[in-house]
């Protein structure tokens, strides 16, 4: 029985091992890919992926063929990747806390102002080559395209995307009458109708792109937490397949006493006279 340990780490790590290569996988195609838009999870997802295999192989081999720095290497590692996952976590948390966008009367979709999101995010945002990548990507997707054919009664009715809100339409408050002489969101006169222009420099339009990065970020927070529940599991399990594996190394089983002799107090000889002095008296 004190063997199940070993066995249950060496089939995680074994399906974890298979598992790290989809991901592996994912994050080279999201490298070589131009049709997707979280470039910022690409180089996350090929490190994850990289660690895990790594991670996976130690601790296969030191469970199976009772290897303990295999073992050591493992557990240390996965104490790291522990730790890591939680400060990721509590630090998506705090980054994705501010923002949600506000509702609009009498729509149904929300708009969305870059002011609302943590300076972190503005900041990474703002970036002119950041945005630049983000940008083309946005118009490779053709999201404002679906808008071109609505009908006004449309705009009443329908939802919208964070990025088909803030990128592809100009503020629901602005008035393009020339008479007015109200001041108007910056964003009113940013608006183009050229379908390679729109609403793409507006700040709108990088608020809905952090929307998107805000909702996906605290779904990944969410599964971070029951990765660490789980990932901390696995750590109590691998500290006992790593005693298992260092008695193994000894060839002491289970149990047994490994004492062969008992060395003796310094005094004991001195009591064990006086003793029988006493004896011998009475």
Known sequence: MYRFSNTV?????????LASIPIIGGGLWMAKSSTTCESFLQTPLLIIGFIVLIISL?????????????????????LFLIATLMGLTIFGFVV?????????????????????????LRNRIKDPHYWSTIRSCIL????CAKLALWTPLDYLEKD????????????TACNYNMATTVAQDPDCYRWNNAPNLLCYECDSCKAGV????????????????????????IYSIGCCAFQNTKRAETDYPYGENRMKKVRPRWDYHWWRWLHDKREQLY
């Open 140 to 143: 490779g997707s053709k999201s």
């Open 9 to 17: 780490i060496g089939f995680l790590n074994l399906v974890t091992l």
């Open 160 to 171: 919208m995307s964070p990025i088909q809100s803030g990128c592809c339409k100009p503020p």
């Open 58 to 78: 130690a601790g296969f081999i030191g469970a199976c063929f009772h290897v303990a720095w295999a073992l050591w290497v493992y557990l240390v590692v996965m």
């Open 96 to 120: 994705t806390g501010q923002g949600g966008g506000e509702e609009v009367p009498g729509r149904v979709y929300r708009e969305y102002h870059l002011e609302d999101y943590s300076p972190w």
């Open 210 to 233: 952090l929307e998107d990065i805000r909702r996906d970020w605290r779904k990944l927070s969410v599964l971070n937490i029951v990765m660490v529940i789980l990932l901390i599991g």
